[in-house]
């Protein structure tokens, strides 16, 4: 029996991710896989990634019982609120867990790319506090629509360097980052944010981000969730919290970006409206056209605005582990503001997508 928890030895979850780089990184990819391998049966790793999670994140974070916002959409809704992580995100997790193994690989050199910015400011927020060299890739459009996160990032140590190529988001951003690592792997660890890239990264992310599904079991005791759901650009946070209940018989639902409508081809809905194709170094579904050229995704959030997705998630759709819905920039945007005003908690555009699908489901 196939294990559906880990990757085969190729790296490739089903038909999904593998290892699609350059020559020159496929020595660093297959260190990076052997030293994680290493680092996550370590105790002294383990011990030191956990109390970080604890004492600096400030890890578990609370999952909240939404009684205004269940009341209005005639359901019982819990929150969890990885917003109160040092940073405001989930992020953190991963970039702890990345840093640490960069200090442990002696790279004294960390990069990153940023959608949003919660990734930068995350990884920038990781190499202050392990005395680590950064520099984050962030698209020009994304650093005008999140200039507040580009402030936080410099006032942490880290250089922020605008990349003007393509149409200035996410996935240019993260063709900038590869980049820079073909020509610095020697002396650099390259963070990717999501469980996406070639392998080991989808597997890596994902168990650094598993805490979160690890927590909501414990947190949830006997109570048993008709549904999980989360929202899905690259798909870190829906993993996180997905994978802890692979078996569990529990419906997951991710919710991708429909941006302004899918018929208008402006959206980021690569599982939904996709193809299989390789996209930064792993075979998954993507946005491309008949010659196999990156169609453009488009998302009033950033950090869903992304043409690709992680592999994990591609191999989960086609063996019906878990199932892939999408809602519009306007949805998004009526849901952010309905959280907003029935919970006091103002949400990422990115979290909104799943709060917008549960309530046009109520409707």
Request: glycine content about 12%; charged content about 20%.
């Amino acid at each position: 029996m196939t294990d559906i928890t880990m990757p085969d030895r190729s790296g490739r979850f089903g038909d999904f991710g593998g290892r699609y780089a350059p020559e020159t990184l496929m020595t660093a990819l297959a260190e990076l896989e052997e030293a994680f391998a290493e680092a996550w049966v370590d105790p002294l790793f383990l011990s030191e990634y956990h109390r970080l999670l604890r004492e600096f994140v400030g890890r578990p974070s609370p999952l909240y019982q939404a009684n205004r916002l269940s009341e209005q959409l005639g359901m019982r809704i819990l929150l969890k609120r990885e917003d109160l992580n040092h940073t405001g995100a989930h992020k953190i997790n991963n970039t702890i867990g990345q840093g640490l193994l960069a200090r442990r690989m002696g790279k004294e050199r960390i990069i990153a790319e940023t959608g949003a910015g919660q990734h930068g400011v995350a990884s920038a927020t990781a190499a202050a506090a392990l005395g680590l060299e950064c520099q984050v890739y962030m698209g020009a459009k994304d650093m005008e629509r999140q200039s507040l996160n580009v402030v936080r990032m410099q006032l942490l140590g880290t250089e922020v360097i605008p990349v003007t190529s393509g149409a200035g988001t996410l996935k240019d951003a993260v063709s900038e980052a590869m980049r820079d690592w073909v020509g610095s792997v020697e002396t650099t660890h390259y963070i990717i944010g999501s469980v996406v890239g070639p392998h080991p990264f989808p597997l890596m992310v994902r168990e650094f981000q598993k805490v979160i599904g690890e927590e909501v079991a414990d947190q949830l005791g006997d109570l048993r969730p008709d549904l999980i759901v989360a929202c899905v650009g690259g798909g870190s946070n829906a993993m996180g919290i997905f994978f802890p209940f692979l078996e569990a018989g529990i419906e997951l639902v991710g919710v991708e970006a429909a941006g302004e409508g899918i018929e208008s081809g402006k959206h980021g809905a690569s599982l939904g409206h996709g193809t299989p194709g390789v996209l930064h170094g792993a075979r998954t579904y993507m946005l491309q056209d008949d010659q196999g050229q990156v169609h453009e995704a488009h998302s009033i959030s950033a950090g869903l605005d992304y043409p690709g997705v992680g592999p994990e998630h591609a191999y989960f759709q086609d063996s019906g582990l878990a199932r892939y819905e999408s809602v519009s920039d306007t949805e998004a945007v009526e849901a952010f503001h309905l959280l907003s005003r029935t919970e006091g908690i103002i949400p990422a555009l990115e979290s909104a997508h799943a709060i917008a699908w549960l309530q046009r489901e109520a409707a």
